[in-house]
């Protein structure tokens, strides 16, 4: 997810991307990139995201993620000032979860 995103912020020249070993750098070995990924950097009001977008000197954070309620995939994308810690979400549903469908919202998001 996060080299699809990359592409796809770089190509749009909006916004500059840490390239992923300095996120890696300042993560270290806690593993918040495997299970529950958006569950463990929203705990305590995205207090982790914060953190990491302070030490790489981000302005914001962005977190995104397709995810699956029973029936219903979900295409979320969070966008956290790293400063002041307003957010701004949306959540969008996709119909029959396709790799196609997911493509239209995500750049509309």
């Given at each position: 997810?996060?080299?699809?995103?990359?592409?796809?912020?770089?190509?749009?020249?909006?916004?500059?991307?840490?390239?992923?070993?300095?996120?890696?750098s300042?993560?270290?070995?806690?593993?918040?990139?495997?299970?529950?990924?958006?569950?463990?950097?929203?705990?305590?009001?995205?207090?982790?995201?914060r953190?990491?977008?302070?030490?790489?000197?981000?302005?914001?954070?962005?977190?995104?993620?397709?995810?699956r309620?029973?029936?219903?995939?979900?295409?979320?994308?969070?966008?956290?000032?790293?400063?002041?810690?307003?957010?701004?979400?949306?959540?969008?549903?996709?119909?029959?979860?396709?790799?196609?469908?997911?493509?239209?919202?995500?750049?509309?998001?």
């Amino acid at each position: 997810m996060f080299r699809l995103a990359q592409g796809f912020l770089q190509r749009t020249g909006i916004y500059e991307v840490v390239p992923w070993k300095d996120i890696k750098s300042v993560m270290g070995e806690q593993g918040y990139f495997e299970e529950d990924r958006v569950a463990r950097w929203a705990r305590k009001d995205w207090q982790l995201a914060r953190r990491v977008g302070k030490e790489l000197h981000a302005e914001y954070a962005m977190v995104m993620e397709r995810a699956r309620l029973k029936r219903d995939f979900l295409w979320e994308m969070i966008l956290i000032n790293v400063e002041t810690g307003k957010k701004f979400e949306i959540s969008v549903p996709v119909p029959a979860g396709s790799a196609e469908n997911y493509k239209e919202i995500v750049v509309a998001s």
